[in-house]
């Protein structure tokens, strides 16, 4: 089976999700144009040797709907002949784009894609894209539909997370990622957002608030008790696990994942690939995995994902160098944290989606670069990187420096 | 034209009134022959070019009461001969069909090109109210007594001739849908409100006003077939309804843990109907009404809480022979809160009470729960000053024995000790005939050997009524060894006049209700005893289909009374009859922990002066190590729950302390809130197999005790493929 190797990584940086935010102005499309075009610059593309470029995008309507991959190809002056297809499995969906365009390579039937994705959260609204999930009753009913929110909610109770543990974990992913941010460590990956007159708009990831301390996050109130009480969904929790007596609501917006825009992409190909355009290889896809869990808790998919992947991969846990986790919520991360008893010095060392946010479609493209960058930084070998899904599902990659 | 049903007559102005007015009945009901004489006329009205609309009104003091639920069975015979037959998807075509007459002339009557309204008197429910909704206008009457609704859903079914599809078209889909959850009634001020009905005025001048606007404006086009026409809360995908629909799904698993597909129904119905034309929505909804007409839980609910509760609530175990008994008066001796609710409820159907007992304040005291009871109903609107008025007039409070003369039946409700009853039945035969029958309120103490401190223990009786007593409808009278018919009699006129519902047991230990009762909450302390995590024990058991958790409920009649129940069966029957697991946390929560229960606000929950009660941490002390909650079979648990009190339910047929069936299921339900969907503890039984439920209760008794263990008579009928009701009842079980 041929190997499937990264040769570059590269993303926007995250603009804060609302119509101040620095990127609201910049469109779907302008946000992948813009990788797109960093990429063909960093690599030396001419643009005509790609087989494919598989983007994820959640919200795929409006601006970003109608397959933005094909007209993000043609408009950062990519040839004609290089295809494009959009990819949706929600939050992971820029991990699957990836993934997927790996799997066209070590297929043997392509030998240079992109994977990446793209999400204008501020522009197009989360959940504007419509789903049968929450509302139709065929579906919504037996999968003990809840908001996403709730379910986080949920793993706190069940796994035992206090109001205080989830806060302590929210302060200490901003401060990674500011830390981060300061020794530069974001910067071979990050490509500044410009205008049409090369105006910088965002050279640095705009969510943060380095700030924050636990008294602080103390003043928010819970973000999901009141839907959770008025919409029924506490009882729909409790009768999906009936030995929880109430829920703990924990979680707010300071320790759950930002809503930001973004977009991201990475160059993959065969070994003979690279050689035609004289790139050393920076890592391979080792493996990856897809799983199913309970969709009523909904975010706990990292877990049985990895679980899955590691007993494929033949690989243990002891063996991987770093993890990164998306912070969708405080909660999901303690619980793989407390499911595999990581050292958390391995796990979102430079912050996450607390700190950084979540452009949903592009996030799991934006953390295989995360995570390369820090395997290269500490001359490591092996990390994994890993997303809770909507709808219960897991997504879960291995990379592996040669 | 013959019309046996409705009379049909045409005014000068060619409007056409329906009388709908049905011979030997005092209520109109839908059946086979109104549905097709409701064609013909719809037929002459579309063929008479003079007939300009049709007025449907009502020749009765209500309008209808809806479709004849005894129709169904009629229902049910057809489809298993076509499936015999032609094959299952044939019978299932054919039924359909069938299902969906109703709806389909509904549609005619809406699209034939001439306008009809429909005058509302007094009840119009159901399928006669549907009937009102395909009609182009409805004009209500004024008066207090008239309700309209759709009560389907209160024995399993849900509106299945365009209730759904134009109820949601009539209103926002949030209220649409509480509307069809709930059933409620609502009056004319109420049903103008929310834009049921176009025009509410007095009962004269309705069929007036009604020709008035088919003269004037009469338009025979439903809203949602104009072309302009909008759902009142727009489209199903948009901002609106994600406000709407996941808190919809969300809330119908809240109030019914999925165990009621009606209210399933309905809710897939309205969201799709929603996203289609009426005529689609309608088919829709027919597919729905199908499916739910053949589902076990609706057969096992309309005959449990339809059929045999009328019958019941009718006299069917009433002894023929007797005569009515005139009650006028009646005495009740104990102004406790049992004695109370008792007086209240016979005051406020029209009895006059005398309320006795040891001291007047005592007896007036009783008489001022009454008071907080009627004015409460008072101030939420369900009753009037001048109902107020005239209940607490009925009741006379004393101390003095002597004012129960000229009572026509006296109960007791005095502390659960036999002195104190013996003492009670003394001083009352000292003043009264003994013919007067004397009632017993008990729940525990047997009824045989109360009447032997009776002179006349053939008038001698047990009535157990169940807490609150104005809340529940189910009213246990208990037969003495020696208990007579006149005063079976009399205890079932009561009843009746009282409004509740009888079943009539023998005597025994518990008599029927309590047996069953007592049985889940031990389940629940056994359960406990196991390490099973307390939420998981109470929500379980809701998820079974009961109202409470074995917790809460020991919690509200009282941990210490449980502990005293033991020993006093310790006492009598032997170490062996008491279960030690229970034996244990009982002890540990009243003898170590001073535990008792709601009324010292601490028992298995915490009560506190404001908020939700929780459950007590100290509960911790039963937890197993390594016990892992994600292990537990959740559906074992939930037949634990039910099984534990079908077994007791059976072993009382078996013992001949129930005689009748349907008086087990209607009591579970009415009494202790048995899982409704089931149709009851017996028909729970009945509807999964006798053999199944033997061999259920076996693998249990093996796993968790011989408590388990069937009687033999659920061998016996298991082996001989018998059933508790006729099988022709089951055969739609699909």
């Known amino acids: 089976m041929p190997k499937a190797f990264i040769y570059d990584a590269v993303r926007t940086p995250r603009g804060r999700g609302k119509p101040d935010g620095a990127l609201h102005e910049v469109s779907s499309l302008g946000l992948i144009v813009g990788v797109l075009k ?365 | 034209m013959k019309l046996e049903n409705f009379s049909f007559e045409k005014d000068k102005d060619g409007i056409a009134v329906l009388t709908w007015d049905m011979p030997d009945r005092s209520m109109n009901v839908i059946t086979e022959s109104v549905i097709s004489e409701l064609n013909l006329v719809v037929d002459e009205v579309i063929s008479q070019s003079s007939i300009k609309g049709c007025v449907i009104t009502s020749g009765k003091i209500n309008f209808s009461g809806g479709a004849d639920l005894n129709l169904l069975s009629q229902g049910a015979k057809q489809y298993e001969v076509a499936r015999l037959e032609k094959g299952e998807e044939a019978a299932n075509v054919l039924f359909f069909e069938n299902s969906r007459k109703l709806s389909v002339l509904y549609r005619k009557l809406e699209t034939c090109g001439k306008p009809f309204v429909a005058t509302i008197n007094g009840v119009c429910l159901g399928g006669a109210f549907e009937l009102a909704l395909a009609c182009h206008y409805r004009i209500m009457s004024s008066d207090e007594k008239s309700k309209i609704g759709l009560p389907e859903i209160k024995v399993g079914l849900f509106p299945g001739a365009g209730g759904t599809q134009r109820i949601a078209r009539l209103m926002p889909t949030g209220d649409a849908l509480q509307f069809l959850f709930r059933g409620e009634q609502l009056k004319a001020k109420a049903a103008l409100t929310n834009k049921l009905v176009h025009e509410v005025a007095p009962t004269e001048e309705m069929i007036d006003r009604a020709k008035i606007w088919i003269i004037s404006k009469g338009k025979a086009q439903a809203p949602w077939d104009m072309k302009d026409f909008k759902n009142p809360s727009g489209k199903v995908f948009s901002a609106t309804g994600m406000m709407i629909w996941p808190a919809a799904n969300a809330i119908y698993r809240r109030e019914t843990f999925d165990n009621y597909p009606a209210a399933k129904a309905i809710l897939h119905a309205v969201y799709e109907g929603l996203q289609l034309p009426i005529d689609q929505g309608l088919l829709v909804e027919s597919r729905w009404f199908a499916k739910i007409l053949r589902s076990k839980e609706a057969m ?172 529940m409808s189910l009213v246990e009278v208990i037969l003495g060894k020696k208990t007579g018919d006149r005063a079976l009699a009399t205890a079932l006129d009561f009843v009746r006049i009282i409004k509740k519902t009888p079943i009539v047991v023998n005597d025994t230990r518990g008599f029927f209700a309590n047996r069953c009762v007592l049985n889940f909450i031990r389940e629940g302390h056994i359960m406990l005893r196991e390490g099973v995590p307390p939420a998981m024990i109470e929500n379980v058991a809701r998820m079974a289909g009961m109202p409470v958790g074995p917790l809460s409920l020991n919690d509200e009649v009282a941990l210490d009374l449980g502990w005293r129940i033991l020993n006093a069966t310790k006492k009598d029957l032997g170490e062996k009859a008491v279960d030690p697991a229970q034996e244990e946390v009982l002890h540990f929560m009243v003898e170590q922990e001073g535990r008792f229960g709601r009324k010292n606000g601490k028992g298995f929950y915490d009560y506190l002066a404001i908020g939700k009660k929780s459950l007590w941490p100290g509960l911790s002390i039963f937890a197993q190590e390594n016990f892992n909650s994600g292990l537990i079979d959740i559906s074992e648990m939930k037949q634990r729950f039910l099984c534990i009190q079908a077994v007791e339910a059976a072993r009382t047929i078996a013992e001949g302390v129930v005689m009748d069936p349907r008086e087990a299921d209607v009591g579970s339900i009415l009494g202790f809130g048995f899982a409704p969907f089931t149709g009851g503890a017996i028909s729970y039984i009945d509807g999964m197999g006798i053999k199944n439920f033997v061999v259920l209760c076996d693998r249990l008794a093996i796993k968790y005790g011989p408590r388990f263990t069937p009687p033999e008579l659920l061998r016996e009928m298991a082996a001989h493929n018998q059933t508790f009701y006729p099988e022709t009842n089951s055969v739609f079980a699909a």
């Open chain 1, 38 to 402: 960093a990429l063909k610059e960093r690599c030396g593309l001419s643009g005509e040797e790609l087989d494919d470029v598989v983007l994820g995008c959640v919200d795929p309507i409006g601006e970003a709907g109608g397959d933005i991959a094909r007209a993000a190809v043609i408009a950062a002056g990519y040839s004609y002949r290089t295809p494009g297809v959009q990819i949706n499995r929600f939050c992971a969906s820029g991990l699957d784009a990836v993934n997927l365009a790996a799997a066209e390579i070590m297929s043997g039937q392509h030998e240079l894609t992109i994977g990446g994705g793209v999400e204008s959260m501020s522009r197009v609204g989360i959940g504007a894209s419509g789903s049968a999930w929450p509302v139709d009753p065929a579906i919504a009913i037996p999968a003990y539909f809840m908001p996403q929110g709730v379910s986080a909610d949920l793993i706190a109770t069940k796994y035992g997370f206090s109001r205080e543990d989830v806060d302590s974990y929210a302060v200490l992913s901003q401060r990674r990622a500011a830390e981060a941010w300061s020794q530069g460590k974001f910067l071979r990956s990050i490509v500044p957002v410009k205008d049409i007159n090369n105006i910088t708009l965002l050279d640095r990831d705009e969510h943060m608030r380095p700030e924050t301390d636990m008294q602080a996050l103390a003043a928010l109130k819970p973000s999901f008790s009141f839907f959770a009480e008025q919409g029924g969904f506490d009882a729909v929790a409790i009768q999906a696990y009936p030995e929880i007596e109430k829920l703990n609501y924990v979680h707010h917006a300071g320790n759950s994942s930002g809503i930001v825009d973004g977009a991201a992409a990475v160059l993959i190909g065969s070994r003979q690939a690279g050689v035609k355009l004289s790139l050393s290889p920076r890592a391979r896809i080792r493996a990856f995995a897809n799983i199913g869990s309970e969709p009523a808790i909904m975010l706990t998919g990292p877990v049985d994902v990895t679980n899955k992947l590691l007993a494929r991969a033949g690989v243990r846990l002891e063996d991987i160098d770093l993890f990164e986790v998306n912070e969708a919520f405080a909660a999901v991360v303690l619980r793989y944290l407390q499911a595999f008893q990581l050292d958390l010095e391995k796990v979102n060392v430079n912050g996450g989606a607390i700190a950084l946010g979540h452009p949903l479609g592009a996030t799991g493209a934006m953390l295989i670069g995360t995570a390369l960058d820090e395997l290269e930084r500490r001359n490591k070998s092996i990390a994994l990187v890993t997303l809770c899904i909507g709808a219960g599902m897991g997504t879960a990659t291995l990379i592996e420096r040669l």
């Open chain 2, 300 to 471: 096992a609910m309309i005959r449990s809480l339809f059929l045999s509760k009328n019958e019941l609530d009718k006299g069917a175990r009433r002894p023929k022979a007797i005569g009515p008994v005139a009650l006028h008066k009646i005495g009740v001796i104990g102004a406790g809160f049992m004695g109370a609710g008792v007086a209240y409820v016979s005051a406020l159907n029209g009895l006059d009470v005398v309320l006795l007992d040891r001291d007047q304040v005592s007896a007036d005291h009783g008489k001022e729960a009454v008071n907080k009871l009627i004015s409460a109903s008072v101030s939420k609107g369900r009753a009037t000053e001048a109902d107020k008025q005239g209940i607490l007039q009925r009741i006379e409070t004393t101390q003095d024995y002597l004012k129960l003369r000229g009572c026509d039946l006296v109960i007791e409700a005095v502390f659960e000790e036999r002195i104190v009853k013996a003492e009670v039945t003394r001083r009352v035969q000292e003043v009264l005939d003994p013919q007067v029958v004397f009632a017993s309120n008990t729940s525990t103490l047997p009824i045989t050997s109360l009447a032997e401190t009776s002179l006349s223990p053939e008038n001698f009786i047990g009535v157990h009524f169940f807490s609150p007593v104005e809340k």
